[in-house]
């Protein structure tokens, strides 16, 4: 993987409060999850990857270039941040139209730039509307044309579907993918765990201001080697396979559930018992139907990291 993002060392506190802590990351081209609980450090991180914030110790690089004090990386990069200031009585037009001007563009080519990230984004490209009666899905949307005016290499989104309704969600949600297909670098943060899930399976996992994990979640779980995987089997006799499975060294535990047909089963060597089960599911009496990792998803990785 090439790394477009990459901090080395950074550190930034206030006051008594650390916010991060030695944190070291690399990212990568496509998208990754930004998680962590509230006050984990994920709007400092992103803040100080824009150059919104400087670093009380440790370096950022940008493909390949310094953030702090560097005006010519700023239209390669878009921020999308959690918290919004606008002028209320603008249109977002207005607003994005204000956004180009600072950065030296007018005429038709911000008019272009206008109107493409609002059609990206599902707003009007012809609003009249003050932006004091936006919805908060509307403003969130509006936050993310600002971001995209540039089209930028590399996108920092803090919790970016905050108060969307459904369709804006998925809607933002199939843009984040798209634009990570395409080979942008995107980091976007959320506190909901299936929109993550949806987005990417590519996590950076924030606890207390220091990165825990940062990978894929499949990888992070087999790396996870001190508890057992818990397996979900479907069968026509869960007690007839239980029966076959205690006791087997790669065996844990064993317990049913209030379905009648399902079994789950906690084991250490996974490799190794699924190459058990293969044997067994041509068995009559056990009778194998369906068989599903139950820890190899986002939420289970996520609690076991952070417990």
């Not at 005016?149 to 996108?155: H, K």
């Amino acid at each position: 993987m090439t790394a477009v993002v990459v901090a080395s060392d950074l550190a930034r506190w206030y006051g008594e409060v650390v916010a991060l802590s030695g944190l070291e990351l690399e990212i990568g081209p496509g998208v990754t999850g930004l998680l962590g609980a509230n006050g984990a450090g994920k709007s400092t991180l992103l803040k100080v990857l824009t150059g919104a914030l400087r670093p009380n110790r440790g370096s950022v690089r940008v493909l390949g270039q310094p953030v702090w004090d560097n005006p010519g990386l700023w239209h390669r990069v878009g921020f999308c941040p959690e918290s919004e200031s606008v002028y209320e009585d603008w249109s977002v037009g207005e607003f994005l139209r204000a956004m180009c001007g600072l950065s030296g563009v007018r005429g038709s080519a911000a008019t272009t730039r206008v109107e493409r990230a609002l059609e990206r984004v599902g707003l009007d490209p012809a609003p009249t509307k003050p932006m004091a009666a936006f919805s908060k899905g509307m403003r969130q949307r509006a936050k993310l044309a600002q971001a995209l005016l540039f089209d930028p290499e590399v996108l920092l989104l803090d919790e970016p579907l905050n108060g969307m309704d459904p369709v804006g969600r998925a809607r933002t949600m199939d843009l984040v993918v798209e634009l990570g297909r395409q080979g942008r670098t995107i980091l976007v943060s959320s506190h909901i765990l299936p929109e993550v899930e949806a987005m990417t399976r590519q996590i950076a996992l924030l606890d207390r201001g220091k990165l825990v994990a940062n990978g894929d979640v499949s990888e992070i779980r087999d790396l996870i080697e001190d508890r057992p995987q818990s397996v979900r089997l479907r069968c026509r006799d869960p007690h007839a396979l239980a029966a076959r499975l205690i006791g087997l060294p790669d065996v844990e535990g064993v317990r049913f559930t209030t379905d009648p047909q399902v079994l789950v089963v906690e084991t250490r060597a996974a490799e190794t018992f699924y190459g058990l089960l293969t044997r067994l599911g041509s068995e009559s009496e056990t009778g194998l139907i369906e068989l599903l990792p139950l820890d190899a998803d986002l939420r289970s990785v996520y609690e076991y990291l952070i417990r």
